[in-house]
């Protein structure tokens, strides 16, 4: 006769499989809407992300989260009524190096809402890497025109706006490279971590 295993084995074993489980690789399927919970000096958001509509991006992100790139990263452009973007430098104003560039995604149909999480990128159309932004308005200039592209929303804040609004509140002056839009206080991503699989 099979026996059946009791209830706290079976948590157990279940607990077990959860730590052998294989990390989220290029091959991995992706979650259709995952959540990264971001923990800053000023407070905690949660922002739920769009696979769907933006895989590429979605991907990396979740692959700098994993390998914990942004960790002890600051905000370091913060213009209030616009943005704030963080995600490639240190406190000491190093910018933490990445691998990888991702491809532009945004004709995907997510447009730069106020609460909504996009890729900062430079003059290139895909140049993005680590750097993201959180737009504080509707920046719908951000979006694509028909004469260049725009920059790819992946996402948006379903928890802690008032912490993004906080951050986007903060005093500004000239810091390490930049001449303006740095925070005067330190604006530190102290965490960030997957939440959920988001499944569905």
Not at 73 to 88: D, E, M, T
Request: aromatic share 8%; proline share 8%.
């Amino acid at each position: 006769m099979i026996a059946i295993a009791s209830r706290p084995l079976q948590a157990a074993v279940a607990a077990f499989a959860l730590l052998i489980a294989p990390p989220l690789t290029a091959e991995a399927p992706l979650p259709n809407f995952p959540k990264v919970e971001f923990t800053t000096t000023l407070g905690n958001f949660t922002v739920e992300l769009d696979t769907r509509r933006a895989p590429h991006t979605v991907r990396n992100f979740l692959g700098l989260v994993a390998d914990g790139h942004y960790e002890g990263l600051i905000f370091h452009r913060v213009i209030q009524g616009f943005v704030v973007q963080g995600g490639g430098y240190t406190p000491d104003f190093d910018l933490r190096p990445v691998a990888d560039e991702v491809i532009n995604e945004s004709g995907n149909g997510l447009s730069n809402r106020r609460g909504t999480i996009a890729m900062a990128r430079t003059n290139e159309p895909h140049s993005a890497n680590s750097q993201f932004y959180i737009n504080l308005v509707d920046n719908l200039s951000l979006d694509p025109q028909p004469s260049r592209w725009g920059y790819t929303v992946f996402g948006s804040v379903v928890a802690g706006m008032e912490t993004v609004d906080a951050i986007g509140g903060v005093a500004t002056a000239s810091g390490g490279p930049f001449e303006r839009d740095v925070p005067q206080a330190p604006v530190i991503i102290t965490g960030a971590r997957l939440v959920n699989g988001g499944g569905g």
